[in-house]
């Protein structure tokens, strides 16, 4: 699902991909293939998705950047249209 990690300061979420292939995608902006051993930070109040790539399994350690004022709002699925374009 589209989420967001809110923040009124400091925040946001950093991705570390320990086992097989993923993506995370910004909202608005293409998506991003995640492979072992890499990080993606996610600024805070910025809508994404992450999951695993359609043929691979995906495993990554999620870690919510300390801020004030935070929460996490969950949205809506990720549509198939969008991860069906994805390779």
């Not at 998506?31 to 359609?54: D, M, Q, S, T």
Request: hydrophobic share 35%; aromatic share 10%.
């Amino acid at each position: 699902n589209w989420h967001i990690h809110h923040a009124q300061k400091g925040g946001g979420q950093m991705l570390i991909c320990v086992y097989g292939r993923g993506w995370v995608q910004l909202e608005g902006e293409p998506a991003h293939e995640l492979k072992v051993g890499e990080v993606f930070n996610i600024p805070p109040n910025v809508k994404h998705w992450h999951g695993a790539a359609k043929d691979s399994w995906f495993q990554h350690l999620s870690l919510e950047v300390p801020g004030e004022g935070t929460s996490n709002e969950w949205l809506e699925p990720v549509i198939d249209e969008v991860y069906d374009k994805l390779p």
